[in-house]
């Protein structure tokens, strides 16, 4: 067998620039810039009152330290208070989503519905039930009307650019959420795999979560290896969480490795994000057996098929890696392995039982850690 050194190609990025910059624009290139923004979301819960949640570069690692807690108490709520409380009496909750969706849909409808709020949806995708989007309405507009209804709005869009330059264009004055913008950043997925890889392994944050208010037993030593596989070029959700992880400042070097099809690569512009933080490794691998023999977390994507430009691009790329019981076999005991889901053959049923599939309960900290946003935006931790 090779040498897993000789297996894995080691990348290295020139850093980008991080200044706050506002899109102008809306844009459907599949290689778009990432939107960087002020570092505001920090450890006082003030800085995130009534703001707008547009990307992982807003949290600072104080403030991520901060969701993390609260979102950890709203765990023990749901768990040991018969559900949760009424914090959002009076509270409605906007969700419109251009693009479909199961769990970031459901999940932040529970959890407005679990703080006692209510939820007002939209599906303004096609065939859905709002007349607006087929009568020609601008989305700046439909979103202007909707915050007349509303406390806070959680969009997802088609075109990547789209909620940000909503959010910051000067038209709305209620908090926007990003639920999604085409193939650019998902933010709160990020925070929930973050939040996910933390709990599971036993992670240490820089500020001070895993002091007197940790009582987590687990610890994770040593640098962190996180095996990120599949359809990267188009999954937004890998693009935040590799740029989360890559600021997140854990007491733990990083080594983001790249295992996918060579026509589905990581996007540069995340690429150079992540290489602009000191501490980080990119590497290359194309062999799943051995990309996985010292990984902590496998984070598996499908195959976007809706993001191709024809069937015959897909059928190319379809089913090129399966985690089944053989792939396990190679992996580390105490390795994680995640999914954002919907999956459709990546990771094989009978990987379900193993203890190391951890996707459905990263599922449900989905919801404790909307949760945690809404309440923090909402001036209700």
Known sequence: MVPLSRQIVRVQYLPISTQLRQPSTMTSSNNPSPTPQKDTLTSNP????????????????????????????????????????????????????????????????????????????????????????????????????????????????????????????????????????????????????MFTIWDELGLCLENGVEDEEDTREKKHEGPLVVVMLGDLKHGRTVHSLAMLLAR????????????????????????????????????????????????????????????????????????AYIVDTTIMECAPPNMIVMHPLPRVDEISTEVDKDPRACYFRQMENGMFVRMAILALILGCP
């Not at 479909?100 to 999940?107: D, E, I, N, P």
């Open 46 to 193: 003030s800085t995130w009152h009534n703001s707008s949640l547009l990307s992982v570069t807003q949290i600072t690692p104080p403030g991520l330290a901060l969701l993390f807690r609260t979102a950890t108490s709203m765990r023990t709520l749901v768990h040991t208070n018969g559900g949760g409380d009424d914090r959002f009496h009076h509270k409605l909750l906007g969700t419109v989503f251009y693009e479909a969706s199961t769990r970031t849909s459901c999940s932040f409808q529970a959890a407005m519905l679990r703080l006692g709020g209510k939820v007002l949806h939209v599906d303004a995708g096609r065939g859905g039930n709002s007349s607006s989007s087929s009568k020609g309405e601008s989305l700046e507009d439909t979103i202007r009307c909707l915050e007349c209804y509303v406390d806070v709005t959680v969009l997802r869009h088609f075109s990547v650019g789209s909620v940000p330059s909503v959010a910051l264009g000067g038209g709305t004055c209620k908090p926007v959420i990003n639920a999604g913008d085409g193939v650019g950043e998902h933010p709160t997925q990020a925070l929930l795999d």
């Open 248 to 319: 997140s400042s854990m007491k733990h070097e990083l080594v983001l490795r790249y295992c996918c099809p060579p026509s589905l690569a990581m996007p540069s512009y995340v690429q150079e994000y992540v290489g602009s933080f000191a501490g980080v490794t990119q590497e290359e691998c194309a062999d799943l057996k051995e990309a996985v023999r010292d990984a902590h977390v496998l984070y598996v994507t499908r195959v976007q098929k809706e993001r191709f430009d024809s069937v015959e691009a897909y059928e190319d790329v379809k089913g």
